[in-house]
């Protein structure tokens, strides 16, 4: 029951700090708020009413039994009223109207039907509140005659309660004000942070990062700062370690060539020149996997022009690019993506005869559906492919001609856009690429 029900206050409480600290806050005001008024208007407000109202109605059955025992001195009796109390009295033979003047909901007419009541007894009186801004009008029906009176509202409601509800309300309102002001300061350098954290997550090199804030999230995001530079440098110097040996190597092989053209034996000196072409081979994959860990800016890139600018640079017949006219940018590392969206295409044209390119937008994000007609991946293993290094000695083997490091490239690259890759079967009976990217 316990859980059940904290689930419930989890999914309707808002996600976002900003709107759970302002909970925090302008919470307990507003429950003393409504508290306050609601004692008030109890225990003062409405009492006072009634009593007020109970004391005019009392005066209104006075002149009325004082005008049914002694008429002669109407007149007096009336200028008097009139002077002290401010009333208006009539004295007519008109007959009560059928509509009822009262409001159903209105506490005022509530507390005066029910002194009427009580002292007049039914169909005896009528009145109306809303008719004059600052007067009321009462009708009493005393034997075939039906005295009415206008009486100031002031004697049969409270006119502080409007006053009383603006004192309470006006400084809630702007304590609450307040409140948003610098809950917004405060939260502010949260959401720096994170967006400097997801900057970071997709690649980025977050550089002009400054610290602000409370002392707690000062220290986080210097943390943060701090963090994103060695990893920084760590990666700068695997990238520097991996294309200094690549180059280094280069040229000894480079002297392994020469030195094999010179040989006479030309049957030993092609088969170590296969060796040496497949070992240059490995050194450019080993380079490509050593520039994907290079920096590069991120910019706002048309996913569009992109896979348009690849294929035409390939100039083959057999890719076609469907886009359905859909326009998407987005923010990328426009070098790293293309280098990724060329290794699928490659390989599919290397294994196979024709490659599909298929754009979709969704909700946020960009699907690019990359099929092909070859021989495929068995399903068993589609995550290993993605593995650095990895060989597949199968009919198709994407990496015959690397190290296992091409769908290892694309995957680091897909995945640093906060993007995800997933492999499947094509309508050819190829490999179908699904690449999913936030835009």
């Given at each position: 029951?316990f859980s059940?029900l904290?689930?419930?206050?989890?999914y309707?409480l808002p996600?976002r700090?900003f709107y759970?600290a302002?909970?925090?806050?302008?919470a307990?005001?507003?429950i003393l708020?409504?508290?306050?008024t609601i004692?008030f208007?109890?225990s003062?407000w409405?009492k006072?009413?009634?009593?007020?109202?109970r004391?005019?109605?009392?005066?209104?059955k006075?002149?009325e039994?004082v005008?049914r025992?002694?008429?002669?001195?109407?007149d007096?009796?009336?200028?008097?009223?009139?002077?002290n109390?401010n009333?208006e009295?009539?004295i007519?033979?008109e007959?009560?109207?059928k509509d009822s003047?009262?409001?159903?909901?209105s506490p005022?007419?509530?507390s005066l039907?029910?002194e009427?009541?009580?002292?007049?007894?039914?169909n005896?009186?009528w009145f109306?509140t809303s008719?004059?801004?600052n007067a009321?009008?009462i009708k009493?029906?005393s034997?075939?005659?039906?005295i009415e009176?206008?009486?100031p509202?002031?004697m049969v409601?409270?006119s502080?309660?409007?006053l009383?509800?603006l004192?309470t309300?006006?400084?809630?309102?702007v304590?609450?004000?307040i409140a948003l002001i610098?809950?917004?300061?405060q939260?502010k350098p949260?959401?720096?942070?994170?967006?400097?954290?997801?900057?970071f997550?997709?690649?980025?090199y977050?550089n002009?990062f400054r610290?602000s804030?409370?002392?707690e999230i000062?220290?986080?995001a210097?943390?943060?700062?701090?963090?994103a530079k060695r990893i920084n440098r760590?990666?700068?110097?695997?990238?520097e370690?991996?294309?200094?040996i690549s180059?280094?190597?280069?040229?000894?092989?480079?002297r392994?060539k020469?030195q094999?053209?010179?040989?006479?034996?030309?049957?030993?000196?092609e088969k170590m020149?296969?060796d040496i072409?497949?070992?240059?081979?490995?050194?450019?994959d080993?380079?490509?996997?050593?520039?994907t860990q290079?920096?590069e800016?991120t910019?706002?890139?048309n996913?569009?022009?992109?896979l348009?600018s690849?294929?035409n640079e390939?100039?083959?017949?057999n890719?076609?690019?469907d886009?359905s006219?859909i326009m998407?940018?987005m923010?990328a590392?426009p070098?790293?993506l293309k280098?990724?969206?060329?290794?699928i295409?490659?390989?599919?044209?290397?294994?196979?005869n024709?490659v599909?390119?298929h754009?979709?937008?969704?909700?946020?994000?960009?699907?690019i559906?990359?099929?092909?007609?070859?021989?495929?991946?068995?399903?068993d293993q589609?995550?290993n492919?993605?593995k650095p290094?990895?060989?597949?000695?199968?009919?198709?083997?994407?990496?015959?001609s690397?190290?296992g490091?091409?769908l290892?490239?694309?995957?680091?690259?897909?995945?640093?856009?906060?993007?995800?890759?997933?492999l499947?079967?094509?309508?050819n009976?190829?490999?179908?690429v699904?690449i999913s990217?936030p835009?």
């Open positions: 029951m059940g904290n689930k419930f206050i989890k309707i996600k700090l759970r302002l909970i925090i806050v302008a307990p005001t507003i708020q409504i508290i306050i004692v208007y109890d003062i409405i006072a009413n009634k009593n007020i109202t004391s005019l109605v009392a005066q209104l006075t002149i039994e005008y025992n002694d008429k002669k001195n109407l007096f009796f009336t200028d008097s009223y009139e002077n109390f009333f009295i009539g007519n033979q007959t009560f109207p003047g009262e409001r159903k909901f005022m007419d509530r039907r029910r009427l009541k009580s002292v007049f007894g039914n005896n009186y109306n008719k004059f801004k009321v009008e009493i029906r034997d075939n005659e039906v009176f206008l009486v509202k002031e409601s409270a502080s309660v409007r009383f509800v004192w309300t006006l400084p809630s309102l304590l609450i004000i610098f809950l917004k300061n939260t949260l959401v720096k942070l994170a967006k400097a954290a997801e900057r997550g997709k690649g980025d977050v002009n610290a804030g409370s002392q000062r220290k986080a210097f943390e943060f700062d701090r963090m760590h990666l700068n110097q695997r990238a370690m991996l294309s200094g180059h280094d190597l280069r040229t000894p092989l480079t392994l020469l094999l053209a010179m040989l006479k034996q030309k049957e030993i000196s020149s296969k072409d497949e070992m240059e081979k490995m050194l450019n080993y380079l490509q996997f050593a520039k290079s920096q800016n910019t706002t890139i996913l569009n022009k992109l348009i690849i294929k390939f100039n083959n017949d890719i076609s690019y886009d006219n998407i940018e923010k590392r070098t790293a280098r990724s969206f060329e290794n295409i490659q390989n599919g044209l290397t294994y196979g024709k599909d390119i754009v979709q937008k969704g909700n946020k994000r960009a699907l559906i990359i099929e092909d007609d070859g021989p495929g991946i068995p399903e589609y995550k492919v993605f290094f990895f060989r597949l000695d199968k009919s198709r083997s994407l990496n015959q690397g190290v490091l091409g290892a490239i694309v995957e680091d690259i897909i995945n640093s856009h906060g993007g995800s890759i997933q499947g079967k094509s309508q009976n190829g490999l179908q699904r990217l835009f």
